[in-house]
């Protein structure tokens, strides 16, 4: 079976994210590391592997994003994945999901016999939640998506999708295109011994030349939107805060909602 | 004037009120055609017509219905074909949110997610970063395809000529991949939906896993109650009412955090309400960076005391 993870490289949720001039991620001004919902879809490729001990099971960690997003890969591998590819070239920098989307599908074909791809619920920059769904519109696969559970047996799959309004059984055949919620299980931490053999794993580079992409319908000045302004919202005024003592917070509280008519 | 095409957001033909948000925003672009998929149209009907839709293309749903997604963005796209419309605005709901982004490859279109606004000439304001910034963005190619939080417009009635045309889509086989095996409703709590709700009340670890006094606040508010991941992991609620980057946005008039540090990912969820309360013990959590009004105290005895004067005001 062969598992490919969607990977993606993101600035850390935790500093200041900013944005250049040219409207794009600022990635340089904060440091990037594999966006912590994707380590939740290594989790669940490494069990999967797992689960099929015996079987033939190769998991390839794929990251569409500029040269330092090696680091993403390098995680996944460190986690356990077997191997890593890192599609970087210039012509992506500024790319929409519509864009990133085509790199991925384009990258999967060219690794070709690919049984599931597995990806998280979003990124936590983008945070759009669509490219899996795109991946499979583009290579005609079925989508699996947000799953909270995965069980499978042979190419048969059936994860637990926790919808809006209801919870939901869904059922596909391999390949397929999976994603996995961050309720899906805790992903674990990269071990030692892990942290070595990653060193020695295989990681390659590809240019968009290399799986057959056309550059010309990439890029910042090839997306189908288009990014007129961003603005830091400006903080907050700092509201007014209370001291409860012997029920005085209680009093003031009441006090507020009932001046701003909620009550 | 060319149709913006608005897929309807519905629970057995019972609309869901974003839906009507959405025909409100779609006026500016053009003239409001709902899409229903679904049986039983009829109360939907009336109800989109209410609202201003000018056209409802209803779509037997005996073809989509047991199917995850796909098939819904076929039928969008046949419309879309059929009707080149100025829009298709879709719910950001997870379901909708991957329908628009497969319609999008299949139609060949720039795609936005999560807008908050959408201006006359289809420019839309997106909250990003955990609502630290605000993006204006367009769509620059093919048929603009937005997705639009709940909670972004205040859905204006206006009588739409709510012409029904039925419109038989044609479903293909390989949409019919991933099929819905089985489905559990979830149970209704009584309480507003969480997204769709005024005045959200919500407890974090604080609470020691006791909801009863997030419970019985929200009540004399008429308040949804939602929670911090950490409450939702430790088991005390469950993960359907998280509110967060990887639970559900909320956008209320009032949100009221209780026993919740104010971490950025649940920040993500929250951070555009439109009054921030606190009740926390700890005068340096950071949740009081953004509140504008903030009690420091124990949530145990301040909102117990708060529900009995504000029951007892409401008479
Ligand atoms: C703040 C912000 C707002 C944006 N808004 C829009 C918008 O409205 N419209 C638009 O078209 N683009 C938008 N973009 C650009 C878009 O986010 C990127 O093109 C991105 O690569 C795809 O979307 P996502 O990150 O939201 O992915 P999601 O759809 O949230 O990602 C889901 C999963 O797909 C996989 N994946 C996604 N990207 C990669 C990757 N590069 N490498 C490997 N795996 C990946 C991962 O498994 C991930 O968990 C925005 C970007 C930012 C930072
Ligand atoms: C990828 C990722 C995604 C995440 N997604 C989400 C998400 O969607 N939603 C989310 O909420 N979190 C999310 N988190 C988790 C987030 O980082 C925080 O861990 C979480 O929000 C903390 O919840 P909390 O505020 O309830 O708990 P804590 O941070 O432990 O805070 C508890 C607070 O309660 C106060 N307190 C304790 N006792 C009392 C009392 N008796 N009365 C009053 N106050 C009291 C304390 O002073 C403290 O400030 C995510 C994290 C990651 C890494």
């Not at chain 2, 974003?18 to 053009?30: I, N, V, Y």
Request: with cysteine; charged share 25%.
């Amino acid at each position: 079976m062969n598992i490919v993870v969607c990977v993606k490289y993101v600035p850390d949720a935790t500093a200041d994210r900013t944005f250049e001039s040219d409207h794009t991620v600022d990635r340089q001004g904060v440091p990037g590391l594999l966006s912590e919902l994707d380590e939740y879809a290594v989790e669940q490729a490494l069990q999967l592997k797992e689960k099929r001990e015996g079987e033939d099971v190769e998991i390839t960690a794929l990251c569409v994003g500029p040269a330092s997003a090696e680091e993403a890969v390098r995680k996944a591998l460190q986690m356990g994945a077997d191997k890593g590819v890192l599609v970087a070239d210039d012509a992506i920098a500024g790319s929409d999901a519509v864009g990133t989307s085509a790199v991925l599908a384009g990258a999967v074909q060219h690794i070709g016999g690919v049984d599931v791809i597995m990806c998280g619920m979003a990124s936590t920059d983008g945070a759009m939640s669509v490219v899996p769904a795109m991946l499979a519109e583009r290579l005609d696969l079925p989508q699996v998506t947000l799953a909270s559970k995965v069980e499978s047996q042979g190419d048969q799959f059936r994860i637990q999708r926790d919808g809006d309004t209801s919870t939901e059984v869904i059922g596909a055949t391999a390949p397929l295109v999976l994603s996995v919620t961050d309720q899906s299980g805790e992903a674990r931490y990269p071990s030692f011994k892990g942290i070595m053999a990653a060193k020695k794993k295989p990681l390659e580079t590809w240019s968009l030349s290399d799986i057959g992409v056309d550059a010309g319908d990439l890029g910042l000045s090839a997306a189908w939107s288009e990014v007129a302004d961003t603005e830091a919202r400006p903080p907050r005024s700092q509201g007014e805060i209370v001291t409860d003592e012997d029920g005085s917070g209680a009093e003031a509280l009441v006090g507020f909602l009932a001046s701003k008519k909620f009550i | 004037m060319s149709e913006v095409l608005v897929l309807v957001d519905h629970v057995d033909g019972a609309v869901r009120k974003p839906t009507l948000e959405l025909l409100t925003l779609a006026k500016r672009l053009g003239a409001p055609a709902a899409v229903f998929i679904g049986a039983s149209p009829d109360d939907a009907v009336a109800q989109l017509k209410k609202y201003g839709a000018e056209k409802v293309y209803v779509v037997d749903d005996a073809e989509t219905k047991g199917y995850l997604v796909a098939p819904k963005a076929e039928v969008l796209a046949q419309l879309v074909e059929k009707t080149s419309p100025a829009a298709v605005l879709v719910v950001s709901t997870a379901e909708g949110k991957e329908i628009a982004g497969r319609l999008a490859i299949k139609t060949g279109s720039g795609l936005i997610t999560d807008a908050v606004e959408i201006d006359d000439d289809g420019t839309t304001t997106q909250s990003v970063f955990a609502g630290s910034y605000t993006v204006k963005a367009k769509v620059t190619t093919g048929t603009p395809i937005i997705t639009v939080k709940p909670n972004s417009a205040t859905p204006q009635e206006g009588e739409g000529k709510g012409e029904v045309e039925q419109f038989a889509a044609t479903i293909s086989d390989s949409a019919k991949k991933a099929k819905i095996v089985a489905s559990q409703p979830r149970k209704s709590s009584g309480r507003p939906e969480l997204t769709e709700a005024a005045i959200v009340v919500s407890g974090g670890r604080g609470t020691g896993g006791d909801f009863e006094p997030i419970e019985g606040f929200a009540d004399s508010l008429g308040a949804a109650v939602g929670a911090s991941r950490a409450a939702v992991d430790s088991g005390w609620i469950p993960h359907a009412f998280q509110i967060g980057q990887t639970g559900k946005t909320v956008s209320p008039q009032l949100y009221v955090a209780n026993g919740i540090s104010g971490a950025i990912q649940h920040r993500a969820g929250m951070q555009t309400s439109k009054t921030i309360v606190a009740v926390n013990k700890d005068d340096e959590a950071p949740i009081f960076e953004l509140v504008d009004f903030g009690v420091v105290g124990d949530l145990k005895t301040v909102l117990p005391a708060a529900t009995e004067e504000i029951t007892k005001r409401k008479g």
